[in-house]
């Protein structure tokens, strides 16, 4: 391994350390009411709020979830931005929001160039934008502007990230949460693995006359099923009612949530809009709730757009060991992946570059490790 690729292996592994099934239909709209019971019950259901900082705290069987929104510039011909607006910036450390926007681990083109996992899952939600993928299996692709990947890392994967800034002709508005989902021991070492969501394919769940629609990326929502998830996670198991749902509800918009179910870990996240109330109780913009899972939620908007992010899920009840881009349950399996990452380079990298982008003439693709190729846009 070169010393170029150590130092910055060493500085993104340093940036990356700090790091049952439902039902739900549309409610009555009904007054709000502020009686002692109400409240007593509101206590219940709502177990604690906190405010949202850029990685957002979950529960198990999920180690930790990103919100990433960057207003990126006009992309010159290299699909980057012009080396006037890198000036000023910590570059291959760019996590300060300048101008509207960071590099993130970029030198070029921001994102996050080839870097290693092992040990659970990302699940990569891209609201708007593109993302170019490339792995250490050979794998690659193309997706964004509503697509998910969920990548099982397993015994060890390297991959890159990047954001490509595709539009030579307008600004390049990007938006996407990753999720890191843990896998259970016996999952840690399966071969990796990784699988598109495309968003043609995502059940979309409406309510409430339209105004309230839920994108079902995980789990199952009334009638409407996610998508099956990769074949190892912790997911695949109905029984861990894994659920990943994102709500956007209009202005003056309403539904109810059935109960998760008992011993089910869920977690409200409110990213976007300032008057959301679960039951009677405000839930302050950019924080999350933590709710009761034996109980249903019924949530009224106010009047404008509200964006919701509901992560739940069975907990793994196992030791949680993470150092970086590894999470095990031990120690000693923390050291066996570093020696294992710098004695194979978990495959090595089959690709020009580390920061590797496909031609800015492409569409949404993915090539699998296998040779299989999906084509969504010619």
């Known amino acids: 391994m070169s010393e170029q690729r150590r130092t910055f292996l060493g500085k993104m592994i340093a940036g990356l350390a700090a790091l049952p099934l439902l039902g739900a239909t549309a409610s009555k709209r009904e007054s709000r009411s502020n009686t002692s019971e109400d409240k007593e019950k509101m206590k219940k259901i709502i177990k604690k709020t906190r405010a949202l900082g850029f990685q957002w705290e979950t529960e198990d069987p999920f180690l930790f979830c990103v919100h990433h929104e960057d207003k990126f510039p006009v992309g010159n011909e290299h699909m980057a931005p012009d080396p006037e607006h890198l000036k000023g910036r910590h570059i291959g450390q760019d996590f300060i929001v300048k101008d509207g926007w960071r590099m993130y681990h970029g030198n070029t083109i921001p994102g996050f160039p080839g870097h290693p996992h092992r040990g659970f899952e990302t699940i990569t939600v891209v609201r708007e934008g593109m993302v170019d993928h490339a792995d250490s299996t050979g794998a690659a692709g193309r997706y964004g502007n509503g697509d998910v990947q969920w990548m099982t890392a397993g015994k060890g994967v390297q991959h890159s990230e990047m954001f490509p800034l595709i539009h030579s002709d307008k600004g390049n508005d990007m938006e996407l949460f990753q999720i890191w989902l843990n896998l259970p021991k016996k999952s840690k070492m399966v071969e990796p693995h990784f ?42 198991d109905e029984n861990n009612a ?14 109810e949530l059935g109960a998760a179910g008992e011993g089910v870990n869920r977690t409200v996240y409110y990213y976007e809009g300032n008057d959301l109330s679960i039951y009677d109780e405000t839930i302050p913009h950019y924080h999350a709730a933590e709710v009761d899972p034996t109980e249903k939620l019924v949530f009224k908007n106010g009047d404008e757009v509200s964006k919701i992010l509901i992560l ?16 095990m349950n031990s ?5 066996q992946a570093f020696e294992d990452y710098h004695a194979t380079q978990f495959g090595g990298w089959p690709w020009e570059r580390y920061d590797q982008v496909h031609d800015r003439s492409r569409g949404r693709f993915a090539l699998h490790a296998d040779g299989r190729e999906e084509i969504k846009d010619a």
């Open 195 to 236: 699988k598109m969501l495309w968003s043609e394919d995502l059940p979309i769940v409406s309510l409430d006359e339209g105004r309230v629609k839920i994108e079902v990326i995980a789990g199952k929502l009334n009638s409407q099923n996610a998508p099956t998830p990769p074949p190892d996670s912790w997911a695949a």
């Open 312 to 327: 739940q899920g069975r907990p793994i009840n196992e030791p949680v060991v993470q150092h970086g881009p590894f999470v």
């Open 331 to 335: 120690r000693q399996e923390i050291q």
């Open 242 to 255: 894994v659920g990943v749902f994102n709500v956007h509800l209009d202005p003056n918009g309403t539904f």
